[in-house]
């Protein structure tokens, strides 16, 4: 397979002055990744500073309620309060060691920002996080903690004000200032080398799961179900898996409302391949080729492109698209909390929600691994905004 081109996703559709940094960055990835110097560093931080191993907890309460076994593979605990960091800390290294001087990024829900802007500092990097009007709204208490943290927060008032207009812009920004700035993408998405590199430092999730489950259950799961967007979070717990054709593999995307309705951010049920910010994805459009923006409650699932590589597994069939609806991921979110005592972000809720709601894709005796993205903080005025809107 040519590099960077997952079947007829991947690529680098990107201007000639871009060209050259990706090279640069590729190069640098390549060379640096590798050595047990960085390597080190890296692990090092994940584990004192993260808290690596996150643990994969056995969800007794729910598991009898599903009727299955049931794992949560326990990213909310990582600090931050998501998987983000994984990425954020593997990246913010790498350009330290680039002798960059800047880091710029962009966000939704916030979470990948507070993470860049965590790692941003203990290398010693100045961050500027670019995000939308629209999602800065929502997420209010973590631009409070990215500004806390010392990252600057542009406002980003393009197109709808959400997560694809942000990246535009700190493409754009980096077009400008690459020489001395990184830009420390947060999902697996974006022109080759990101999506390899985002996926590289994100399989640390798999990678764990795989020697937990083993110890803990004896085998391989039958199962193992993550939400996504860009798919950070699902390719870095499927990876290790790709080859065990025994082991399924779920991807859910946000439902919205409806499949019809215009929040709905269901790209495999309803998308299809297009180019978006450098690379060919599978991607929300309407009839014309025109971006759909999702409305989804769950900032983190809106951006319309998922990576090349996750659409390359879900075309070939080798991971299954689903999606959840609205209802049904607060539905799951209060039964995650009286279960298990564990308020999930509404992200996460989305393939919690989707294992409640299809048990008939899962046997009694199988071993479901949820990935646990991360924690519900962030999102508790939407949550009670809509037990109170039920009223
Ligand atoms: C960002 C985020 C996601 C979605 O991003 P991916 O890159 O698709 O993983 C999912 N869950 C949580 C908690 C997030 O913060």
Known sequence: MKKGRFGIFGGQYVSELL??????????????????????????LLRDYGGRPTPLYYAQNLSGLVGFRVYLKREDLLCGGSHKLNNSLGQALLASRMNKKRIITETAAGQH??????????????????????????QESNVKRMRLLGGRVTPVTTGYGLLKDAVSDTLR?????????????????GPHPFPMIVATFQSVIGEEIKAQVLEKDGGLPDAIVACGSGGSNAVGAFRPFIEEKDVRLYFIEGGGESLDAD?????????????????????????????????????????????????????????????????DVFEAVRVMCRTEGLIPALETAHAIAYVLKNKEDFDRDDVVVINYSGRGDKDLDLIFRHSEDKQ
């Open 19 to 44: 060209m050259p940094v990706l090279i640069e960055l590729e190069e640098a990835f390549d060379r640096i990744c590798p050595t047990e110097d960085f390597q080190r560093r890296f692990r090092g």
């Open 113 to 138: 920002g507070v993470s860049a802007a965590m790692a941003g500092n203990i290398v010693g990097l100045e961050t500027e996080i670019f995000m939308g009007v629209k999602d800065m709204e929502r």
């Open 173 to 189: 920004e980096w077009t400008t200032s690459s020489r001395t700035t990184h830009y420390l993408m947060g999902s697996a998405v």
């Open 263 to 327: 929040n709905c951010a269901a790209a495999f049920a309803l998308g299809r391949p297009g180019v978006l910010h450098g690379a060919v994805m599978q991607i929300l459009q309407d009839e014309h080729g025109q971006i759909k923006p999702s409305r989804t409650r769950a900032s983190g699932l809106n951006y319309p492109g998922r990576g090349p590589e996750i659409s390359h597994l879900c075309q070939t069939g080798r991971v299954k698209a689903g999606y959840a609806f609205d209802r």
